[in-house]
């Protein structure tokens, strides 16, 4: 019913109605006076040139949407490999933060420690962490 209402449909409509009734005026033309078959040609030939172009423009328009849904789809599921890709990546580098956090921590425990802090913690911080343990 939405289709019947918007602009294109109000248009359509309204062309099919004017062409309608001109193929009536041709009718009673040609009972009349018997000069309505030719001219009923010619509102014929409008209908086909219209409703011809309009089917195949809403055609395309249905397979560039079908073709949009399919790609909004494909996106939608590229951005959930995407964010379970993250996620992952997430819980990687907690882990790796955490592991950086806990080497920084002993470093820093160690460093305040005395005595202790003469050993070369933070040495040993910055040797791990360039290492990159992974």
């Given at each position: 019913m939405?289709?019947?209402m918007?602009?294109?449909g ?5 062309l099919?109605v004017m062409?309608?009734i001109?193929g009536i005026?041709c009718?009673?033309?040609?009972l ?5 078959e030719?001219?009923s040609?010619i ?11 309009w089917?195949l423009?809403?055609s395309?328009?249905?397979?560039t949407?079908k ?8 996106a ?5 490999r995407?964010?379970?890709?993250a996620?992952?990546?997430f819980?990687?580098g ?8 806990f080497?920084?921590?002993f470093?820093m425990?160690g460093?305040l420690?005395?005595l202790?802090?003469?050993?070369p913690?933070w040495t040993?911080?910055?040797l ?7």
């Open positions: 939405s289709d019947l918007s602009p294109e109000v248009v359509m409509l309204a099919a062409l309608d001109i005026i009718l009673i033309l040609d009349v006076f018997g000069i309505g030719v001219l040609y509102p014929d030939f409008i209908g086909i040139g219209f409703f011809g172009l089917i423009m809403r395309q328009e249905e397979k949407y073709q949009a849904r399919g790609e909004v789809a494909s939608v599921a590229e951005h959930k995407k964010v379970q890709a996620k992952k990546a819980k990687k907690a882990k790796r933060a955490g592991k950086r956090g080497k920084f921590l470093a425990v460093e420690i005395p202790l802090g003469a050993l913690f040993i911080f910055v791990l962490e360039l290492r990159g343990d992974k």
